[in-house]
């Protein structure tokens, strides 16, 4: 390949890593074909083939359910590339913890590397006791990966044990955060505790906060710890813990993703957002025509810069729903699944230029 300007690549086929070797000024190369034996060679050859594209920032080849099968190859690559900000969706995790040990006490090498995926595939075969081990010594790992690994800004975490999430109040720049508690669900109420405790401490940095599977969130200490969030995704159940003496005010949400909440978690959430731009409700059934009157008269702007909102499940009636459009002015495109509404026909008596077919929109929310 005779491309010496080519800097971004992304290909979905086998690619042999020798033909890159000329590309000099490539940045990004992210493969994303996952064939047997192919790929293994792949991976196999280019931590040294590639050794010489010292301008690398963004590679993203090492995808696999293993981290034991390509660590050493992130290990080389690392060291050859000084300039290495991603690894793509690899977990680097182990290669961070193998680093560690082979380091003095005290004299760890440190990457660069901006973004994370960490706990997405494990060091150990599927193997239910080997598989308990690691989890156990999971918070160590990501200690060695936060010293390894310290000016990471975004991070994608499965928690595969509560404890390691004390470590990462040790990340100082970190502003977008993603966790997955899959494997915390024995164990709710300390990863809640040591979340609660995470965000105390990182929150007022974060502008990015995903909670991916987790259950009965207290959204309204979240926000008191993460007052300037621009993203939240929720998926798990959204609830108010205590009374809400306090009102924060959300200037900078800009796009709201909850898959489950009660009335009164969706009109804190509501009645708060004051430049809310997109917004995803999937099991919203507590969203009827009084609460949407509710939130409407305790803020009117909650739905005014509006561009774009997807509910899969709500209570609204035909006059719920015309009270919304009426309020959602710059609102671009709209998808409700209602028990007693028809969207289309009230976006053509309301003169309205709003796409508003709902397979389409639901498909685009899955890509947001």
């Not at 009157?293 to 509006?306: K, M, R, S, V």
């Not at 409700?336 to 053509?348: G, K, P, R, T």
Request: net charge negative.
């Amino acid at each position: 390949m005779k491309c010496p300007l080519l800097e971004n690549l992304h290909v979905s086929t086998f690619l042999n890593p020798v033909v890159l070797r000329n590309c000099k000024r490539l940045k990004s190369v992210v493969i994303n074909y996952t064939g047997g034996e192919e790929s293994t060679y792949f991976r196999n050859q280019s931590a040294s083939t590639l050794s010489v594209l010292i301008n690398l920032q963004v590679l993203d080849i090492f995808r696999n359910k293993n981290c034991s099968a390509y660590f050493q190859h992130i290990v080389t690559m690392l060291k050859n590339h000084p300039r290495l900000m991603s690894l793509g969706q690899s977990d680097s995790s182990w290669a961070a913890h193998h680093i560690g040990n082979n380091s003095k006490r005290d004299a760890h090498p440190q990457y660069g590397l901006r973004k994370c995926f960490w706990g997405f595939s494990i060091a150990v075969e599927d193997n239910p006791e080997q598989i308990a081990a690691y989890n156990l010594m999971f918070p160590e790992v990501i200690r060695s990966s936060i010293l390894i690994f310290p000016l990471v800004v975004e991070l994608h975490i499965v928690v595969r044990h509560e404890n390691c999430l004390e470590h990462l109040k040790n990340l100082k720049h970190l502003g977008s955060l993603s966790i997955n508690f899959e494997f915390c669900s024995d164990n709710y109420s300390s990863a809640l505790s040591k979340l609660l405790s995470l965000l105390s401490a990182i929150g007022p940095k974060l502008k990015i906060l995903e909670l991916l599977q987790f259950h009965n969130v207290p959204v309204n200490i979240i926000f008191r710890h993460c007052p300037d969030l621009e993203f939240f995704q929720l998926y798990g159940a959204a609830i108010i813990c205590g009374s809400v003496k306090t009102v924060y005010e959300f200037k900078n949400l800009k796009t709201l993703f909850v898959e489950r909440m009660d009335a009164m978690s969706l009109q804190y959430l509501l009645r708060n957002s004051r430049d809310l731009r997109i917004l995803y409700l999937e099991e919203a059934s507590c969203l009827n025509d009084l609460l949407m009157e509710d939130i409407i008269n305790g803020n009117p702007l909650a739905f005014y810069y509006l561009d774009k909102i997807c509910v899969e499940e709500c209570s609204l009636s035909r006059r719920g729903l015309k009270i919304f459009l009426e309020n959602a002015e710059n609102l671009t495109m709209a998808g409700f699944e209602c028990y007693d509404a028809d969207l289309s026909i009230l976006v053509e008596e309301l003169n309205r230029n709003i796409y508003h077919e709902y397979s389409v929109v639901r498909d685009y929310f899955d890509f947001v």
